[in-house]
C-alpha cells in the first residue's frame, strides 16, 4: 500500500470504490472491499493514521466486547432507531472480529463486563488494519485534504483534492464526529451528507465528563481524584439511563465510567440521580449502628465509602455531626435517603475536547440498514459520522467493524 503511488486520474479510469477516513471504520472498509476485487483508494486530511485506536483505552485500544448481544443491540446502543445497527451487528459480530485479531497473533485480555484490550499496545491492532488493507492492494494518500465532492450525469462522483481529482463509482464515508478535534476531527461527514440532502440529526459530545455549578460545587472540589462504585440514573422511560459503575470526582464535577456512560442519556437541564452505596440498605444499617456502636457517623459511612466523601457529607447537616448513637431515628432515614437518591444538575460537559464519542450524526432514515447506502446513490456512511452511539467498553468500535463490513460487502464491482 503505498501512500504516495500515482493513481487513476480524474480522467482516467475510476476507482471501484474511495473511502474518506482512515480511522478504525475506514481502514477496516477499505481493506474488505480491496480483498474482495474493488480498486480502493483510501483519503484522510490527518498526517496519522488510526489516531482514536492509539489514545483509546489507554493506549490499549478496547476494541470490542463480549456481551454485546447482536439480537438486541438496543441494549448498548442509542440513536434515533437503536434497531438500526441490529443488521450490521448481527453479520459481523464480536467473535468474528477476534477471530480476525487472533488470526494476527495479537494477545488480548478481557476485563470487567466483557472489555476487551490488546495484551501489548494499540499500535498492534492498526498494524493489523494497515496490513489488511494492504493484503487488498488499497493505495493510501495522506495527508490528503478533499476540497469538493460531486455527483455527475454519469452517475460518477469526482473528488476534488490537494492531490488531484479522482472519480469513482462509490464513496464511503468514514470521518467520524466532533469529539477531540486535537486528533482531526472535523464535521466533513455532516456537511457532505447535507450537501446531498441528506438529514443530519443534532450532535452533541458523548461519553463525557460532567460540570457543576461552581458555587453548588464547592463542598466537593476538595474531593477531586476521589472514586467509588455508584448506582447512576437519569431520563425517564425509553429515554432513561441506568449504571453501576465507578464514579470519579474532579475539581470541576463528575467523571469515570459511571458518568461517561450517564451522559450520553443525559439531557442539558435535567437531573442525574447517584446512589452512593448500592445494594445497601442504609437506613437499616444506620439504625443497627445506633443500636450497637459508639462511632461517629462518618465513621460508620466509611465502611461503605471512602472516608473523605462521608465527612464531606456529613458536614452539610449539623444533625450528621455526633456519634450515630446519639442521632435521631429521623436524622438517619434522612441522611440514608440522601445519599441513596443524592440529585444534582450539571450545567454542561467538557464538551468535544474530552468527550470518547459525538452523539448524533447523519440519519439512519436516510440510510440502508444492510449496506450502509445512503437515498444518494453511491454514496455510504459508516462508523461514528452516523447517529449509532454504543455505550462505554468497545461498543463503539464494534460499530465501526460491523458497519464498515457491512458496506465493504455491499460495495459494487
Known amino acids: 500500500m503505498d501512500e504516495s503511488d500515482a493513481a487513476p486520474s480524474g480522467r482516467g479510469t475510476p476507482w471501484d470504490v474511495v473511502v474518506i477516513g482512515a480511522g478504525a471504520a475506514g481502514l477496516f472498509c477499505a481493506g474488505i472491499a480491496g480483498q474482495r476485487g474493488l480498486r480502493v483508494l483510501l483519503l484522510d486530511h490527518s498526517d496519522k493514521v488510526a489516531e482514536k485506536i ?107 483534492t490537494d492531490r488531484g481529482s479522482v472519480r469513482t463509482g462509490s464513496v464511503v464515508v468514514a470521518t467520524g464526529g466532533l469529539s477531540i478535534p486535537k486528533i482531526g476531527a472535523t464535521d466533513f461527514g455532516h456537511r457532505l451528507a447535507r450537501q446531498f440532502g441528506l438529514r443530519v440529526t443534532e450532535t452533541r459530545p458523548g461519553l463525557v465528563p460532567l460540570t457543576f455549578d461552581g458555587d453548588s460545587w464547592a463542598p466537593y472540589a476538595g474531593l477531586a481524584g476521589l472514586a467509588l462504585p455508584v448506582g447512576i440514573t437519569t431520563g425517564a422511560g425509553r429515554a432513561r439511563g441506568a449504571f453501576v459503575e465507578d464514579l470519579l470526582f474532579t475539581h470541576r464535577g463528575l467523571s469515570g465510567p459511571a458518568v461517561l456512560q450517564i451522559s450520553s442519556y443525559w439531557q442539558p437541564g435535567t437531573p442525574i440521580r447517584l446512589d452512593l452505596a448500592p445494594d445497601v440498605d442504609l437506613s437499616a444499617m444506620l439504625l443497627k449502628a445506633k443500636a450497637t456502636s459508639r462511632r461517629s457517623i462518618a465513621n460508620e459511612l466509611a465502611a461503605l465509602m471512602p472516608s473523605r466523601l462521608a465527612d464531606a457529607w456529613v458536614q452539610l447537616d449539623r444533625d450528621w455531626q455526633r456519634p450515630v448513637a446519639e442521632a435521631s431515628n429521623k436524622a438517619l432515614v434522612r441522611l440514608a435517603d440522601r445519599l441513596a437518591h443524592w440529585e444534582l444538575v450539571p450545567i454542561g460537559t467538557e464538551g468535544y475536547r474530552k468527550a470518547e464519542v459525538t452523539l448524533g450524526g447523519v440519519d439512519t432514515r436516510d440510510l440502508s440498514s444492510r449496506t450502509l447506502e445512503s437515498k444518494q446513490p453511491g454514496l455510504y456512511f459508516i462508523g461514528e459520522v452516523v447517529d449509532v452511539t454504543g455505550w462505554l467498553g468497545g461498543y463503539n468500535f464494534q460499530w465501526a467493524w460491523s458497519s464498515a463490513h457491512a458496506c465493504a460487502m455491499a460495495l459494487p464491482h
Open 54 to 160: 492509539r489514545i483509546s483505552g489507554g493506549g490499549r485500544a478496547n476494541f470490542s466486547n463480549r456481551d454485546l448481544d447482536p439480537q438486541a443491540p438496543q441494549r448498548h446502543f442509542i440513536g434515533g432507531n437503536p434497531d438500526f445497527c441490529r443488521s450490521a451487528l448481527s453479520r459481523y459480530t464480536p467473535g468474528d472480529f477476534i477471530g480476525l485479531v487472533s488470526r494476527h497473533g495479537i494477545a488480548f485480555h478481557e476485563k470487567h463486563k466483557g472489555q476487551l484490550f490488546c495484551d501489548r499496545s494499540a499500535e498492534d491492532l492498526i498494524q493489523m488494519l494497515l496490513g489488511e488493507a494492504g493484503a487488498g492492494g488499497v493505495q493510501r494518500w495522506q495527508p490528503c485534504k478533499v476540497a469538493a465532492v460531486r455527483y455527475g450525469a454519469d452517475a460518477l462522483y469526482a473528488i476534488d
